[in-house]
Every structure is written in structure tokens, then in C-alpha cells.
């Protein structure tokens, strides 16, 4: 690191680093250490707020230091966020309300400051822990409309805050009435008027400088109108216009070893539900700001090396008695002057620690009403971002959900906003996932069928009966919403008058990630439905687990007469279509020789027949032995007599899958042979078949001494490859309209 640094110094000038390193820490200072300090300090508490000043300052300087040196984005800086500021001060004012009474005001320091420091011990060490697993990401599953309600929440507490500042701690929203006496309203409209100037400037694009401008002009104006009002600072101070007076040695850090032993304990503790949240915004505010600035400096940040980074920092912070940290948007400066260094942050570190060596009695002069503003800016702009641009950003029911979540932080805590808040999005994600439709395709038999090759005959009796199957190809993961869903959308397939009666349902889960127990519950329901109905039911593309808790529930079972699971789609659908074909005519319980199958399929002129059999080789092919394989060239297209064959593809993995089935009356290989192009599948007996073979040579000779019987076979295969093209064709259509 330290020949890094050397690097660095070596190859840039040191006044962009000078630059940068004095503009963001003055610009923290003004915008972040002051107003978070007094948002820790405020009300009654004010009376600690040197010491606060000091805590900001030196917890800004450790955590810049880590970040500077340790950081994946060069040139990171520190910052103080309202979010942080907003919790410490609620567990800060929450432990000074139940002191014992006879309580010094150095025991409710010493408590404050413990507590402050056992959070940033707990948040540093869960912020590291995020990091070192590498679990960065899950803070990214946070919703939105739950950040934005407690970011809302937040901002009308910070607002609030700024109410009780510049009141002095006498008056907030509680007391409106109040607030409007003439000299109450003199107190806050100023600062109220500086805070909406800073909202509506920072609104726009505007120079980095602007910002640190508008904050140095107001505090010479507010400087200008004493002298015309012929007020001395002295006046403006005794009059609570000024942040001080602080009390003598107020500004150092009193966290020690005996402030430990002197910390009330038994007011820390019950604090640990705020300290998880703090852990928690902790967290999601170092996400918020990382991705900020990959957007606006068009960078990569490591996750999981900030959260360490962050972690660490915050750590040290705790362990000298300092407050929590995150890392600011305002490194993003560093590379728009051409400051891109470890050194700029090295430099703004340098800047709150020469400050605080100095001591915090320079802010006794600090104007409240600019403070005031600035905690106003920080508190609209959280709404103005949550409340007004969500109104056009967000659907109203997200919406709804971040009034209500804000309604709950300002009412019940941090604590609870966020838990109702999870609560409700969980509620809502369960209802909205369960208007998804999971079935990602519902089909009839009569527009999807098995890839088993049949007769033209049995292949018109399918398509006639084809309604009976309802083919349902199911998606996502099933819980009990979906799995209702679907239970109810079987349902108004039986009720539908203008089908077939349904006698089979097919359930296929290829693409079901995953089966919630209380799912199988519908499933139950579903299988007695189809008792009641007499219909079965055929589950597919099982997954090992989803089949294991299948049949633990018991819904597949040896011999069931209802439930029946393939391997996988294809095979349901052909179990389906045997089924269909037993119960007609067209079930065959005797061998027929290919010549009385030409009759049925090609002509019924018994000599055509006789003649083409003189044409046709007979081939004996025994199971597992190969008619041909994948890349050989044609030479013959060949009619099935007997027994069944099965063509195979060969995967780049080196498996192979079915791809279709041929039985009895079916031809094979017929595609290739008029394209003459190489098999692209292998085609194998499944059992000792019978098949005939037409060569190339026998169809020339064919067409030139039987040129009748050659169009009549032209015609027969042109019908018959148009039939097929029709089926894939109704096939992809329905596919692609669900």
C-alpha cells in the first residue's frame, strides 16, 4: 500500500489532491458532521453537542482513513448519513428520558457515548462479516418500497429535528400552534426559506462548488443582518441564534475505560432492536451510495470489499468511542477535477482531524437558522425524492406501502417501520406471484402430440379425440397460491360445454423450480377431483425431489389408478394417445402385412399394391440394432410392417435422446431420401421389426415402367410430409400465443 501511495504521488500533481481533499472536507463539515452532530445532539441534548462535534470528526477521520487506504474505488471519502445520524439520536434521547433522576449530566454523557460506541463496534463487525462471506448481495434483495418508507420516515424526523434546533429543543411538530407565534416564526421561517433554496438548487445540475457556496453566503448574510439589526455575536448568542456557548473542555472525547465502567448498561441494552436497524440501513446506504457512484463515474466497486472496508473502519470508530460511517457520493469529486488518488481521501481525513485538533469552539458562532436549513434540505429532500417523485415513479400500491411504513417509523420506530414493512411486501409478493399463471402452456391433444409416428388413420382418430388431453406445462416455483390457481383453472376446463369431455390431464414440470409442501394439499384435491370426475391424472418431467414428496404424500402409488408419473412429456402424451387408441376400432390385435396396410394408407387398387411390393426389399432389423445412423447418406426410405422403431439424436455431450417413435403402418427416413441430405438422427429398433426398403435405383426404375404408381407414391408422401409440416406448424402456433 505504502509503495502504492508513492506511486500515486509520483505520477499526479499534488494540487488536484489538495483541491479535492480541502473542498470535500470542508463540504462533509458543513453538510454532514455539523447537521449529524446536532441531529444526535438535539433538544435537551444540545448541551452535548461539542462533544458530538468531536465524536462526527474523529469517527469522519478513522473511517476516511480505512476507506482511502482500502477502498476498491480511489479516492473514496467518509461521510456522516442522516439515516445513521436519525437512529443514534433516537436511542440517544431514548436513554437520556430514562435515566435515573438523580443522574449527573456526565452519567448520561458517558451512557450516550457508550451506547453510541457499542453500535459502531456491532455495525463494523456485521458489516465485515457481510464482506468476508461474501453476502454483500443479499442487502440488494431489500424492497424498494420498504427503503423508501423508512428513507420518507426518515425524512420527516430529520425535518423535525431541525424544528427542535433551531427552537432551541422547546418546539417540533407536536407543537404546531406554537410554532406560529410571531416569535417562534422568526425563529424557523428563515430556516425553513434556506433549507427549500438548497432543495430546489440541488435539484438541478449545478457545479460542485455551489452547494459549499450557498452555506458560506448564508452564514454572511445571517452575519450581515446582525450588524443591521445592531446585534453583537454576544447578543446573537445569548439569544440561542448561535450554536454555542459549548461548556469548557466540551469538545473532547470522553470515551474511556471508565466511561465504560460509568455507562448504564441496563438503558444500552434494550437499545439492541435500534442497533440492528442501524446495522441493517448501515448496509443498505453503503449499496445506495456504491451503485450511485458506478453510475456516475462509470466504475466497478466491489461489494463484499466496501462492506469490509466500511466495516473495519466503523470498528475502529467504535473502539475510540466514535459514531458509524458510510462512504459518501462526494468521491465522486475527486475524479471530476482529476484527483483520482487514495491520497484525496488521505487529505480529507486530514481536514477533520486538523479541525478537530483545533478544537470545536470555532462552531460556537455557527449559525442555528443555516443549521436549521441544512437539517431541512437534508429531511425535504428525502420526502420531496419518496413521497413526490414516488407519486410518479411508483405504482400506487407501492406507494401506499411506503406512506405506510413512514406513518409507522414516525409513529412506532425504526424497528417496527421496517418489520411492517417486510411483513406487508412478503404478503403482497405471496398475492401477486399468485396471479401469475403457472401454467406456461395449456394445450389440447388435438394441437400437441406424442412424437410417436402413427398410420394416417390412427393420426386422424387423435386429432378427433384430441380435446379429451389437457396438456398443462407448468412454471416457477408452486406454492399454495399457484397450485389453487391451478386446481381452478382445471376446474373451467371441465366445465367447458364446447369441448370433449376430459379424460386426461397432463402436468408436466420441466420448468417447476421448486414444490411447497403446502402445495401438495391442492394436488390432494386434485387427484379427488378426478375420482369424482373420472378423469387421470399424468405427471412428467419429475424432478427426483418433486417425486419424493409426490409419493410421500402418497398422490403416486404402485397401481394407481389415477396418478401416473413419465420421465418425461413425450412419453405422457404417447401413454395418453394408446389409451384413447385402445378404446376405438382402430386397436389392432392381429398382425397385418404391409399390403393390407398400403390399403388402408396409400390406394386401395390391389395391383398398384402388388407392383409396388415387387419394388419394395425386405429388411429384418432385431432389437437395438441400427436401420441407419446419424450423417450417413440415403439411399432409402423404408415402410414400418412390424414392431417399432425410435430415432435418436446425438448431443454435444455425447448423450442421446429420443426424438420419435415409429410403429406398424409409418414410414422412416423418407425426408432424406427426397432431400439427400445426410440422416441427421440415427434410427434404432426398439423390438424385432419388420421393415421394407424402396432404393433409390427401384424408384427411377419405378417412375420410367410404372409412372402411375410413382405419382401415386409422389403424391402419398407430399401429402403426408404436409401433414406433418401442418402438425409442427399448429404446434408452434400454440406454443407461442399462451
Known amino acids: 500500500m505504502l509503495s502504492s501511495l508513492k506511486q500515486e504521488l509520483q505520477e499526479q500533481s499534488w494540487i488536484p489532491i489538495l483541491t479535492a481533499g480541502l473542498v470535500m472536507g470542508i463540504t462533509v463539515i458543513l453538510t454532514g458532521i455539523i447537521p449529524m452532530a446536532a441531529l444526535v445532539f438535539s433538544g435537551e441534548l444540545d448541551r452535548f453537542l461539542a462533544t458530538g462535534i468531536s465524536l462526527a470528526l474523529m469517527s469522519a477521520a478513522v473511517i476516511g482513513v480505512v476507506l482511502a487506504l482500502r477502498s476498491s474505488f480511489v479516492?473514496?471519502?467518509?461521510?456522516?448519513?442522516?439515516?445513521?445520524?436519525?437512529?443514534?439520536?433516537?436511542?440517544?434521547?431514548?436513554i437520556a428520558k430514562n435515566m435515573p433522576a438523580n443522574a449527573t449530566d456526565q452519567d448520561i454523557l458517558m451512557t450516550i457515548v457508550a451506547a453510541i460506541a457499542g453500535s459502531s463496534v456491532l455495525t463494523g463487525a456485521f458489516l465485515f462479516a457481510l464482506g468476508r462471506f461474501r453476502l454483500g448481495e443479499i442487502i440488494r434483495f431489500l424492497p424498494y418500497p420498504v427503503v423508501g418508507g423508512f428513507l420518507a420516515g426518515l425524512g420527516y424526523l430529520i425535518t423535525e429535528a431541525a424544528f427542535r434546533v433551531v427552537t432551541n429543543g422547546k418546539y417540533s411538530f407536536v407543537n404546531f400552534p406554537q410554532l406560529l407565534q410571531p416569535e417562534t416564526l422568526l425563529q424557523w421561517v428563515p430556516a425553513v426559506a434556506f433549507g427549500i433554496l438548497l432543495l430546489l438548487v440541488s435539484r438541478r445540475p449545478v457545479h460542485y462548488l455551489v452547494l459549499p457556496g450557498l452555506i458560506l453566503g448564508?452564514?454572511?448574510?445571517?452575519?450581515?443582518?446582525?450588524?443591521?439589526?445592531?446585534?453583537?455575536?454576544?447578543?446573537?448568542?445569548?439569544?440561542?441564534?448561535?450554536?454555542?456557548?459549548?461548556?469548557?473542555?466540551?469538545?473532547?472525547?470522553?470515551?474511556?475505560?471508565?466511561?465504560?465502567?460509568?455507562?448504564?448498561?441496563?438503558?444500552?441494552?434494550?437499545?439492541?432492536?435500534?442497533?440492528?436497524?442501524?446495522?441493517?440501513?448501515?448496509?443498505?446506504?453503503?449499496?445506495?451510495?456504491?451503485?450511485?457512484?458506478?453510475?456516475?463515474?462509470?466504475?466497478?466497486?466491489?461489494?463484499?470489499?466496501?462492506?469490509?472496508?466500511?466495516?473495519?473502519?466503523?470498528?475502529?470508530?467504535?473502539?475510540?468511542?466514535?459514531?458509524?460511517?458510510?462512504?459518501?457520493?462526494?468521491?465522486?469529486?475527486?475524479?471530476?477535477?482529476?484527483?483520482?488518488?487514495?491520497?484525496?481521501?488521505?487529505?480529507?481525513?486530514?481536514?477533520?482531524?486538523?479541525?478537530?485538533?483545533?478544537?470545536?469552539?470555532?462552531?460556537?458562532?455557527?449559525?442555528?437558522?443555516?443549521?436549521?436549513?441544512?437539517?431541512?434540505?437534508?429531511?425535504?429532500?428525502?420526502?420531496?425524492?419518496?413521497?413526490?417523485?414516488?407519486?410518479f415513479k411508483l405504482p400506487k400500491i407501492d406507494y401506499a406501502i411506503v406512506l405506510l411504513i413512514m406513518a409507522t417509523v414516525v409513529l412506532f420506530g425504526f424497528l417496527i417501520g421496517v418489520a411492517v414493512g417486510l411483513v406487508v411486501m412478503i404478503i403482497l409478493f405471496a398475492w401477486n406471484y399468485s396471479q401469475i399463471n403457472v401454467a406456461r402452456h395449456t394445450l389440447s391433444g388435438s394441437s400437441f402430440s406424442s412424437h410417436r409416428k402413427r398410420p394416417i388413420n390412427q393420426e386422424r382418430l387423435l386429432q378427433e379425440k384430441g380435446d379429451q388431453t389437457y396438456v398443462m406445462t407448468l412454471q416457477g416455483y408452486i406454492f399454495f397460491g399457484t397450485a389453487n390457481r391451478l386446481l381452478n383453472q382445471i376446474r373451467q376446463r371441465l366445465k367447458a360445454t364446447d369441448t370433449a369431455t376430459l379424460h386426461f390431464v397432463i402436468l408436466d414440470f420441466q420448468w417447476v423450480t421448486g414444490l411447497d409442501s403446502s402445495a401438495i394439499v391442492s394436488f390432494v384435491k386434485l387427484k379427488q377431483l378426478a375420482h369424482t370426475q373420472q378423469f387421470q391424472i399424468v405427471f412428467t418431467n419429475l424432478s427426483p425431489a418433486l417425486a419424493k414428496l409426490l409419493h410421500q404424500s402418497r398422490l403416486l402409488a404402485p397401481e394407481d389408478p389415477i396418478c401416473f408419473e413419465f420421465p418425461d412429456l413425450d412419453r405422457g402424451l404417447e401413454w395418453c394417445e394408446n389409451?384413447?387408441?385402445?378404446?376405438?376400432?382402430?386397436?389392432?390385435?392381429?398382425?397385418?402385412?404391409?399390403?393390407?396396410?398400403?390399403?388402408?394408407?396409400?390406394?386401395?387398387?390391389?395391383?398398384?399394391?402388388?407392383?409396388?411390393?415387387?419394388?419394395l426389399e425386405t429388411l429384418q432389423v432385431e432389437k437395438s440394432q441400427p436401420v441407419f445412423c446419424q450423417g450417413d447418406t440415403p439411399d432409402a426410405f423404408y415402410f414400418v410392417e412390424s414392431g417399432e422403431i425410435s430415432t435418436f439424436v446425438e448431443l454435444e455431450t455425447g448423450k442421446t435422446q429420443r426424438v420419435q417413435t415409429l410403429g406398424a403402418g409409418t414410414i422412416l427416413g423418407e425426408v432424406e431420401f427426397y432431400t439427400q441430405a445426410p440422416y441427421a438422427l440415427s434410427a434404432i429398433a426398439e423390438k424385432s421389426s419388420k421393415l421394407y426398403g424402396l432404393r433409390t435405383s427401384a424408384l427411377q426404375t419405378m417412375q420410367q415402367a410404372h409412372p402411375q404408381l410413382a405419382a401415386t407414391l409422389s403424391n402419398f408422401m407430399m401429402r403426408s410430409l404436409a401433414n406433418r409440416l401442418a402438425s409442427v406448424q399448429k404446434e408452434i402456433t400454440h406454443l407461442t400465443t399462451r
Not at 79 to 84: I, R
Not at 269 to 282: C, D, E, G, R, Y
Not at 301 to 308: H, S
Not at 580 to 607: G, H, W
Open 75 to 94: 479516492g473514496m471519502v467518509a461521510f456522516l448519513l442522516a439515516e445513521e445520524a436519525t437512529i443514534l439520536g433516537a436511542m440517544a434521547t431514548t
Open 218 to 391: 448564508a452564514i454572511a448574510l445571517f452575519y450581515l443582518v446582525l450588524a443591521l439589526a445592531h446585534l453583537s455575536p454576544a447578543q446573537a448568542l445569548q439569544g440561542g441564534w448561535l450554536l454555542g456557548p459549548f461548556p469548557e473542555g466540551g469538545g473532547r472525547n470522553p470515551f474511556n475505560l471508565t466511561a465504560l465502567l460509568q455507562a448504564n448498561w441496563s438503558l444500552i441494552l434494550p437499545q439492541f432492536s435500534n442497533m440492528a436497524v442501524l446495522m441493517l440501513i448501515t448496509a443498505l446506504s453503503l449499496l445506495l451510495v456504491c451503485s450511485a457512484l458506478e453510475l456516475m463515474v462509470e466504475c466497478n466497486i466491489d461489494l463484499n470489499q466496501e462492506l469490509q472496508a466500511t466495516g473495519l473502519g466503523c470498528l475502529l470508530s467504535g473502539l475510540f468511542g466514535g459514531m458509524v460511517g458510510s462512504p459518501a457520493v462526494l468521491a465522486a469529486l475527486s475524479g471530476k477535477v482529476g484527483a483520482r488518488s487514495r491520497l484525496t481521501g488521505l487529505v480529507t481525513a486530514l481536514v477533520y482531524l486538523g479541525v478537530l485538533l483545533a478544537g470545536v469552539s470555532f462552531f460556537t458562532f455557527f449559525p442555528k437558522p443555516v443549521l436549521g436549513g441544512l437539517l431541512v434540505y437534508l429531511g425535504l429532500d428525502l420526502l420531496v425524492l419518496q413521497l413526490y417523485d414516488g407519486w
Open 579 to 615: 389409451q384413447v387408441l385402445s378404446a376405438s376400432k382402430y386397436r389392432r390385435s392381429r398382425f397385418l402385412p404391409l399390403s393390407l396396410l398400403l390399403k388402408t394408407i396409400l390406394t386401395e387398387d390391389n395391383e398398384q399394391i402388388s407392383t409396388l411390393m415387387g419394388y
